[in-house]
């Protein structure tokens, strides 16, 4: 069983900074990419940022150049700064990590239990 445990939300005035950490722990897995998802009240489900095992990363449009997603080198920690936070950032946020189990064993996707990230005016 894979474990994703998030910690670093809370409530920040406009313009201010948060750090989002994920520890992954539990079955061995061969990832695929790491990131953040978020979900705001009556919206869905998106992609913020994610990182792959080569490094590379990817972000949300509304996020480029004030977020910057980071990880460990074994992918056990994957890290989400936040930075000139807006209201419309709050959400609650998702740990994500894709991998696979075992060689042929499709992509599977895991999930954190989330944590609520409120800006404030």
């Known amino acids: 069983q894979v474990q994703l445990v998030e910690s670093g939300g809370g409530l920040v005035q406009a313009g201010g900074s948060l750090r989002l950490s994920c520890e992954r722990s539990?079955?061995?897995?061969?990832?695929?990419?790491m990131g953040w998802y978020r979900q705001a009240p009556g919206k869905q489900r998106e992609l913020v940022a994610s990182i792959s095992s080569g490094g590379s990363t990817a972000y949300a449009d509304s996020v480029k150049g004030r977020f910057t997603i980071s990880r460990d080198n074994a992918m056990n920690t994957v890290t989400l700064q936040m930075n000139s936070l807006k209201i419309e950032d709050t959400a609650v946020y998702y740990c994500n990590a894709r991998g696979k189990i075992y060689i042929g064993s499709p992509p599977t996707d895991y999930w954190g239990q989330g944590t609520q990230v409120t800006v404030s005016s």
């Open positions: 539990g079955t061995d897995l061969s990832i695929i990419t």
